[in-house]
C-alpha cells in the first residue's frame, strides 16, 4: 500500500466512522447549531461528502451532480460512492505519473487549471479540516469515546 491508498483509505474511513457515530443521535442532535464551520453536524458532514463527489467529478470531466440527500444512510452511499471514484482517479493519476497534469475547473469564473496532485491533496486536507469541526460539535453535544481520527488509528483497525 503506498501513501495515496492509505491517504485515501483514511480519509473515507475517518469520515464513515463519524457517520456511524452521527446515526446514533436524534435529528436534533444532528441539526442543532454550533458557532463553528458549516453549524450543523449534518451540515458539516454534507460538506464533507459533497466536495468529494463534486472534485472528483471535476477531475474526471463528468457533469456535477449535486446531492441534497442529507439522511445519514444517504450519506453513507454518497461516501462510498465519492471514496470508490476518487480512488480510481488517484490510481489512474500514479499509475502515468499524473500528478502535474492538469484539468480545468470549470466552477471557477473564470476556468482554471488545476493540478491532479494538489486537488487530490485538497480533498484529504480539507475533509480533515472538517472533521475536526465534527469532532468537536460532538464533544459539545456531549458525546463520548470519540476516536481520534489519526492515521494510526485506521491502520490498527
Not at 477531475?59 to 461516501?79: H, K, V, W
Not at 500528478?99 to 470549470?106: G, M, P, Q
Request: charged content about 25%; overall charge negative; glycine content about 6%.
Amino acid at each position: 500500500m503506498d501513501l495515496l491508498d492509505r491517504l485515501l483509505a483514511h480519509d473515507a474511513w475517518t469520515t464513515r466512522q463519524l457517520l456511524e457515530i452521527c446515526a446514533t443521535l436524534p435529528d436534533e442532535q444532528l441539526d442543532h447549531e454550533f458557532d463553528i464551520g458549516h453549524r450543523t453536524l449534518r451540515a458539516t458532514l454534507h460538506h464533507i461528502i459533497g466536495n468529494m463527489e463534486i472534485w472528483s467529478a471535476l477531475m474526471a470531466g463528468e457533469p456535477i451532480e449535486r446531492s441534497s440527500n442529507q439522511t445519514i444512510a444517504e450519506m453513507r452511499e454518497r461516501l462510498s460512492a465519492a471514496a470508490a471514484r476518487l480512488k480510481t482517479i488517484g490510481t489512474q493519476v500514479q499509475q502515468t505519473n499524473g500528478w502535474d497534469d492538469v484539468w480545468i475547473d470549470h466552477l471557477d469564473d473564470p476556468p482554471r487549471e488545476k493540478t491532479f496532485g494538489t486537488a487530490l491533496a485538497h480533498i484529504v486536507t480539507h475533509s480533515m479540516h472538517h472533521r475536526a469541526q465534527v469532532l468537536y460539535m460532538l464533544r459539545l453535544s456531549g458525546v463520548e469515546s470519540l476516536p481520534e481520527g489519526d492515521v494510526f488509528s485506521w491502520v490498527n483497525n
